[in-house]
């Protein structure tokens, strides 16, 4: 596997193949750590994204490097797994979520933190404000208000144009379909609450949130928006940063990796 860390074995990479609620296929990769503890974080990628950008690799590596295990995985209809892709789907990647940390569980791993980027990033929080069950979220450059966003994305006066044909075809710049916008997927972002479900999310559970300054695709005051209504939040606002960390991956997973490190030691020290 090409992915893997120069000093890392190609042993520590399992695929693992976990079925969600609807009996889709959840593709994923484990990094297992070479302490054999149970330990374990959930990386979440965002929008049109996969398990395998850089971002998300740089991470399971950083962690792996950091001697904690991490699992990568693609959401239904996204990257391997099965299933079709829809633009809202919040909540259901929500539930897939659910499935994984689930399978996890029932191999009494212990999931100390979940990990999302952007539309990921919503998930975690979004999963915490649900089950109260992981008590240490880190959201990458997730977006507060899901309904801010889209007329960049879809043009003006979509909600006329989707009310008449019933759906949004969105192009790729060489003109051929990207994916399709319905209005049921539509409405279900209109009608996910970020802020109603962030004032959910119990007082134990730490929150980090890391932002780039200058990310063009959603603005920084996003993080300071969540700043300000998460109880138990800390914010890292990386300077210079893009929406993908192109220049910056170095300083966020040193950033992530010490906030799970704090939870992980602590917990080891508390076993020991």
Same mark, same amino acid.
């Given at each position: 596997?090409?992915?893997?860390?120069?000093?890392?074995?190609?042993?520590?990479?399992?695929?693992?193949?976990?079925?969600?609620?609807?009996?889709?296929?959840?593709?994923?990769?484990?990094?297992?750590?070479?302490?054999?503890?149970?330990?374990?974080?959930?990386?979440?990628?965002?929008?049109?994204?996969?398990? =395998? *950008?850089?971002?998300? @690799? %740089? #991470?399971?590596?950083?962690?792996?490097?950091?001697?904690?295990?991490?699992? +990568?995985?693609?959401?239904?209809?996204?990257?391997?797994?099965?299933?079709?892709?829809?633009?809202?789907?919040?909540?259901?990647?929500?539930?897939?979520?659910?499935?994984?940390?689930?399978?996890?569980?029932?191999?009494?791993?212990?999931?100390?933190?979940?990990?999302?980027?952007?539309?990921?990033?919503?998930?975690?929080?979004?999963?915490?404000?649900?089950?109260? =069950? *992981?008590?240490?979220? @880190? %959201? #990458?450059?997730?977006?507060?208000?899901?309904?801010?966003?889209?007329?960049? +994305?879809?043009?003006?006066?979509?909600?006329?144009?989707?009310?008449?044909?019933?759906?949004?075809?969105?192009?790729?710049?060489?003109?051929?379909?990207?994916?399709?916008?319905?209005?049921?997927?539509?409405?279900?972002?209109?009608?996910?609450?970020?802020?109603?479900?962030?004032?959910?999310?119990?007082?134990?559970?730490?929150?980090?949130?890391?932002?780039?300054?200058?990310?063009?695709?959603?603005?920084?005051?996003?993080?300071?928006?969540?700043?300000?209504?998460?109880?138990?939040?800390?914010?890292?606002?990386?300077?210079?940063?893009?929406?993908?960390?192109?220049?910056?991956?170095?300083?966020?997973?040193?950033?992530?990796?010490?906030?799970?490190?704090?939870?992980?030691?602590?917990?080891?020290?508390?076993?020991?």
């Amino acid at each position: 596997m090409s992915l893997a860390a120069p000093n890392s074995s190609i042993q520590n990479h399992q695929r693992i193949i976990i079925p969600n609620k609807h009996g889709e296929k959840l593709v994923g990769i484990l990094h297992q750590s070479g302490t054999g503890t149970t330990d374990i974080v959930i990386l979440c990628h965002g929008f049109r994204c996969s398990k =395998d *950008i850089n971002l998300i @690799v %740089n #991470l399971a590596v950083a962690l792996e490097n950091a001697e904690i295990s991490s699992f +990568r995985f693609d959401f239904s209809g996204n990257g391997e797994s099965e299933g079709s892709f829809q633009y809202g789907n919040y909540w259901t990647e929500v539930d897939d979520l659910h499935a994984v940390v689930q399978h996890f569980r029932e191999s009494n791993r212990v999931i100390r933190a979940i990990v999302g980027h952007s539309k990921g990033g919503d998930a975690v929080l979004l999963y915490a404000s649900k089950y109260h =069950d *992981i008590k240490t979220v @880190v %959201n #990458l450059s997730g977006r507060y208000d899901l309904k801010a966003g889209i007329e960049e +994305r879809l043009g003006k006066d979509y909600l006329e144009r989707i009310k008449k044909d019933g759906f949004i075809d969105v192009e790729k710049r060489s003109g051929s379909l990207d994916y399709r916008v319905t209005e049921e997927s539509l409405m279900d972002r209109l009608g996910t609450n970020t802020h109603e479900a962030c004032l959910q999310i119990d007082k134990e559970c730490r929150v980090l949130t890391i932002h780039g300054s200058l990310d063009e695709i959603i603005p920084v005051q996003d993080a300071h928006e969540f700043s300000k209504i998460i109880p138990n939040h800390k914010l890292h606002i990386i300077e210079g940063a893009d929406h993908a960390y192109t220049n910056n991956q170095n300083e966020l997973s040193s950033v992530v990796v010490s906030f799970i490190k704090e939870t992980v030691d602590q917990n080891r020290g508390t076993a020991s």
